[in-house]
């Protein structure tokens, strides 16, 4: 089989992490941060947040889509989480 239609290693929940991207005072990045965490506490993977004003790299990035969420490195969603998509981006 072609390397371009094989699949990576799948990775069980536990071993994916789940980035936030936003800055405080934010009412969508707080919306996000509550469908992150129940998730993530379901699921076993671990999460982290990243506060744009904080770095300018991110705020170059990110700042028009705020909150940002990011799986194992990689754009999942923005503005708002929907708590079913993510699950199925941690579980398949």
Do not use: N
């Not at 072609?2 to 969508?28: A, D, M, N, W």
């Not at 969420?69 to 754009?75: E, I, R």
């Amino acid at each position: 089989m072609s390397p371009i239609f094989r699949r990576g290693e799948k990775k069980s929940p536990q071993e994916r992490v789940v980035t936030l991207i936003g800055r405080p005072g934010c009412h969508l990045c707080d919306d996000a941060q509550a469908v992150i965490e129940k998730v993530c506490a379901e699921t076993g993977a671990a999460w982290e947040k990243k506060d744009i004003t904080e770095d300018e790299e991110l705020y170059r990035k990110y700042w028009e889509q705020i909150p940002v969420v990011l799986v194992d490195g990689a754009q999942h969603d923005f503005w708002r989480v929907k708590e079913e998509r993510l699950r199925r981006a941690l579980t398949q």
